[in-house]
């Protein structure tokens, strides 16, 4: 395992400017996420030009690309512009030498056979380009339940998933036991949440994400990727964001 950075992280300054801090920050490996009303990379400009954003990226500092976090928002999947873009994120992945690549699942309320649909293809594309699809456990969509989480990887072999704790602590069941995703788990997204509503980002130690759990459950299956620090930059934060950022990164080390 090692500690990663997402670009989420500076999600506000420019993408050069970000980047840069997450090496001030002593990371040598980051997370790239294209988010499509985002201030960096957009998924729908990188996928239409990989080579372009490919020459951006090498422009910065010598960081490592760990994964592709990639949020279109919503989009129509059966358009074939989606479908090329997305292909061109993959080859920008591939170029990077990067394994995993993330996506969001479809609403709540999606029929699982409605996303095995939309996914297959998805999952088929990714591996041709020896890129692992994983979908990111997130409140708002399907993955918001373990059990559903874990039909669809089974459904679809090759397809994996990002964990991300804090979103069962936020979601509709905070106590939801979710032990049986981490045998799926090709990232991990981190950062430190507490249990009532606007507690989803806090300062490190003041949550109830079990760091040293989890690391250990990961453990168990085998797991040798990232631990990517994923504090979400935004105006409202409670606390400082390179503070946090450098505090999560210490400690995540120390478990490893």
Known sequence: MFVACSTLCFAREPLETALRQIAELEFDKFELALVENGQHLRPSEAGDNPELALQRLRRGPALIPSSLHIDFGAVDWSDPVTRRRFDGLCRLAKSLSVAVVTLHASPLGTPVSEEV???????????????????????????????????????????????????????????????????????????????????????????????????????????????????????????????EVRKLKLLLETLI
């Open 117 to 243: 649909r939309r996914l297959a293809p998805l999952v088929k594309s990714a591996m041709c380009d020896g890129l692992v699809l994983a979908l990111l456990t997130h409140a708002e969509t399907l993955t918001a339940d373990p059990q559903v989480a874990v039909e669809l990887c089974q459904l679809m072999p090759g397809l994996g998933l990002t964990v991300d704790p804090s979103h069962f602590l936020q979601g509709q069941n905070p106590t939801v036991d979710f032990d049986a995703v981490f045998p799926y788990a090709q990232n991990v997204h981190l950062r430190d949440t507490g249990l009532l509503p606007g507690e989803f980002q806090v300062r490190v130690g003041q949550g109830q994400i079990e760091y040293a759990r989890i690391v250990t459950m990961l453990q168990r299956y085998g797991y040798n990727r990232s631990l990517t620090v994923a504090i979400i930059d935004r105006p409202d934060n409670p606390f400082d964001r390179e503070v």
